[in-house]
């Protein structure tokens, strides 16, 4: 599934640098919600896995999403309504993230929006993915991104088209008292 559904660059990504707690902005019908804590998993004790997901929840209610997760035994949490007023709020108690899959509103005021409140979650190593990166007001956002500060690489994942990986570039942060 080209769209939604699981990605598998981000389960490798969970796999490969055992990735723990996991944030995702738009989580739709949860199936990738469920696919990233299924790689989780694999490494870690279910009860050590945190998901934290954030959706207008009017598709697919965050009843039916927690219903799903619950039966992954993870722990996790749903913050339901625009991430314009959700985020900024919740980054205020979150705990850096592992990984960060951004894809949630297209444009560029809610995409800088994400971005600029998800970096405040980033430890030296997490990874932030964000989805459609070859979307107008996405990829304005990206190219926005501080080449100081951040390390920003974008590919091409089979039939979704460009996704930006972003990473805190270490000699800047080694720099940074
Ligand atoms: C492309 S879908 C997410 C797909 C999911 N990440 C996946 O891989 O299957 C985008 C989701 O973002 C949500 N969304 C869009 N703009 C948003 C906003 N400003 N605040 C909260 N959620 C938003 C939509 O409700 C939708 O469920």
Not at 21 to 39: F, L, P
Not at 136 to 154: A, C, F, L, Q, T
Request: aromatic letters at 12%.
């Amino acid at each position: 599934m080209p769209w939604y559904g699981s990605h598998s660059y981000l389960n490798e990504y969970i796999r490969e640098r055992h990735c723990r707690k996991i944030m995702e902005i738009g989580v739709y019908n949860g199936e990738n919600a469920v696919s990233m804590v299924e790689t989780a998993i694999q490494i870690f004790p279910p009860q050590e896995v945190e998901y934290y997901g954030f959706d207008f929840f009017s598709y697919y209610g965050s009843s039916e999403i927690g219903r799903k997760l619950e039966k992954m035994g993870c722990k996790f949490r749903l913050f339901v309504g625009n991430t314009l007023d959700t985020l900024p709020e919740a980054v205020k108690t979150l705990p850096e993230m592992d990984l960060i899959f951004i894809d949630g509103g297209k444009s560029f005021k809610v995409a800088e929006s994400d971005w600029r409140n998800s970096r405040l979650l980033m430890h030296d190593r997490t990874g932030v993915f964000v989805h459609n990166a070859g979307f107008w007001g996405v990829r304005r956002m990206v190219e926005n991104i501080s080449r100081d500060k951040y390390r920003v690489k974008i590919f091409r994942a089979l039939s979704e088209g460009s996704v930006a990986l972003i990473k805190k570039n270490r000699i800047d942060s080694a720099c940074t008292v």
